[in-house]
């Protein structure tokens, strides 16, 4: 079975706005400010984004309010006009998931059940606002599985009725720009995924 390019899929997209004129609504999950510093500058011309942060695997609460203050200081620095939805933190959905999978390594069914859960969020998110895509920023991670995300993505899709956009944010070495605006906005970049168990295994 030939290998789904997800990033090419997402140039063709890209090419197909570029030529229709069109702009469509984009609800963006974002894990981080990180990810989403290269993933909002490839994005912001094609598509009126919407950045949600929900992720309850974040821990501790100080840790999430950073990520999430660097998240909202990145889009100010940039000078994007982009409305930012916040989740207030709860981690009980994150360990409940977790339970019985916390030894697992990460990119294993606990990492797989936790995207799973926040692309779902996104996409009840999209289709409260009538968004006419959502996406997540955790494609441009080379630790997390983008065949994986794209898939879970699709799914959801088609159950939800919102259009999923699928994407490969490294390509086109977006995960080395961002490493570079990074350095360059200065930007916090953890060294685990969030979770106590990746911060454990870290």
Known sequence: MNKVNYGRMLDEKMAELEKSGEKPSLLLHACCAPCSSHTLLFLHEHFDITLYFCNPNISPESEFDFRLDELKRLVKELGLDINIIEEPYDSAPFFALAKGLEDLPERGERCQKCIEFRLRMAA???KELGSDYFTTTLTISPHKDCTFIN????RISEETGVPY???DFKKHDGYKHSIQLSKEYNL???NYCGCV???RNS
Do not use: I, P, V
């Not at 898939?151 to 699709?154: K, R, V, Y």
């Open 197 to 199: 168990f990746s911060m």
């Open 188 to 190: 916090y970049r953890q």
């Open 124 to 126: 009840a998110k999209a």
């Open 165 to 167: 956009l699928y994407s």
């Open 151 to 154: 898939e879970c993505g699709g």
